[in-house]
């Protein structure tokens, strides 16, 4: 069979070689005069091409016949699966497998495809949670029960659910990689989150104006165009003169990061958005005498904006408007709610003509605002006979 458990030892007592023999513990290697063991073992693995090992996989010196056995015959089922890897067993290349090198690997990789802001925060991840506890593990014995007690941890020492479950992900985002390389056999179950659903907030258009007001008139126009768009504030940081169409239109097809890196927008669609004639007409002005790949909107040293500089001028003025709301909410999560107020209303006034209601507000409040509450026919009861729908009818 592939592979021999040997020594490098004689016996002490009288120097001779040691030998296989098989005695009431099974296996052993064991002096044929006095029946003494050596104290030190090791695997021959040539036939294999992974030479002689002396430790097992966590570095542990073989000290029994019975301990490298064991990794002899996790060696062998592996030839036998046609699986067998080399530097799973051999301890100079298992250094390639450690937690922070896996990790550094993968941090690197995340800075290429990834933007600033998440590339930082995973990083403050491996760095403050996850490199304390794993430094120097081999990710290959990682299981699920080590990914179930660094969520339990999390959780005891006062972090919000939602922020533990971000750490979460990105530690099985990382594990997933690696079982794609390769390099482990299977990725470990995350345990299961329930995050509570928060509520995003918004703000309405008044609230925008007052805060519009206190930033300068060199600047508005930005914030108008978040505002009325709704795309991210990395999408317009990204505009140039030649995205402004002669069609009234805005293409979006990049961005900007925290660095000032230009990349594809979040989601890697290029898409449109119809824009109003006064934004339009504000745009073209802003655009007037500018070459088709200049900056739409631009400091001014001349250099295009940064999502985070954006984000600091909208917060200075909303605090002193006295309105505690960040760009994101303020802009594009507003517009989204602003608009779907206004349809409802619109509905709602639509039905209460159809079904003679005296006011919108009664007719929104009792009819069906999503699929969650159909019921099934047959439980439907009709509320003034507490009937079944035939007997009602």
């Known amino acids: 069979m592939a592979g021999k458990i040997r020594t490098n030892e004689r016996c002490p007592a009288c120097r001779s070689n040691f030998k296989e023999t098989l005695g009431g513990r099974g296996l052993e290697l064991t002096c044929p005069s006095c029946q003494t063991r050596p104290s030190r073992y090791y695997i021959d693995a040539r036939g294999l091409g992974a030479g002689k090992i002396y430790k097992d996989k966590r570095g542990v010196i073989f000290d029994s016949y019975l301990a490298a056995s064991r990794q002899l015959e996790e060696m062998r089922a592996q030839v036998d699966r046609h699986t067998f890897d080399v530097t799973q067993w051999v301890p100079g290349k298992q250094k390639e497998f450690k937690f922070e090198n896996e990790a550094a690997r993968w941090i690197g990789a995340t800075e290429q495809d990834h933007s600033w802001n998440y590339t930082k925060q995973v990083k403050s991840i491996f760095k403050n949670h996850l490199l304390p506890e794993y430094q120097g593990k081999d990710v290959r014995d990682i299981r699920a029960s080590h990914l179930e007690a660094t969520y339990r941890r999390l959780l005891s020492e006062g972090y919000a659910v939602s922020s533990v479950n971000l750490k979460m992900r990105v530690f099985y985002a990382f594990m997933k990689t690696l079982e794609e390389l390769g390099v482990i056999e299977r990725t470990p179950r995350i345990p299961k989150i329930k995050v509570p ?15 519009l007001a206190r930033i300068s008139a060199h600047q508005r126009l930005i914030y108008e ?5 709704a795309i991210r504030p990395s999408e317009v940081c990204g505009l140039k003169v030649r995205d402004l169409t002669e069609d009234g239109e805005l293409i979006i097809q ?20 119809a824009l ?5 007409a504000n745009l073209v002005k802003q655009t007037k005498n500018k070459l088709p790949e200049a900056w739409i909107f631009t400091s001014r040293a001349g250099s295009p904006y940064r999502p985070g500089h954006l984000s600091k001028i909208w ?14 909410v303020g802009t594009k999560h507003s517009h989204a709610s602003q608009k ?24 929104l409040k009792h009819y ?11 439980s439907v009861k009709c509320p003034w006979t507490e009937k079944g729908p035939s007997e009602a009818t």
């Open 340 to 363: 779907r107020l206004r349809l409802e209303k619109g509905i709602g006034e639509e039905l209460r003509k159809e079904l003679g209601h005296a006011t919108s507000r009664t007719t």
């Open 276 to 280: 109003t004639p006064t934004l339009y």
């Open 225 to 229: 165009t978040l505002m009325e768009t």
């Open 254 to 273: 990049r961005s900007i990061d925290e660095r000032g890196n230009v990349k594809e927008t979040k989601t890697g669609v290029v898409y449109y958005k």
């Open 368 to 378: 069906a605002r999503g699929r969650e509450e159909e019921v099934a026919p047959v």
């Open 315 to 328: 917060r200075d003025a909303a605090k002193e408007a006295g309105i505690s709301v960040c760009l994101y």
């Open 197 to 211: 659903r928060t509520e995003r907030g918004w703000i309405n258009r008044a609230n925008q104006e007052s805060i």
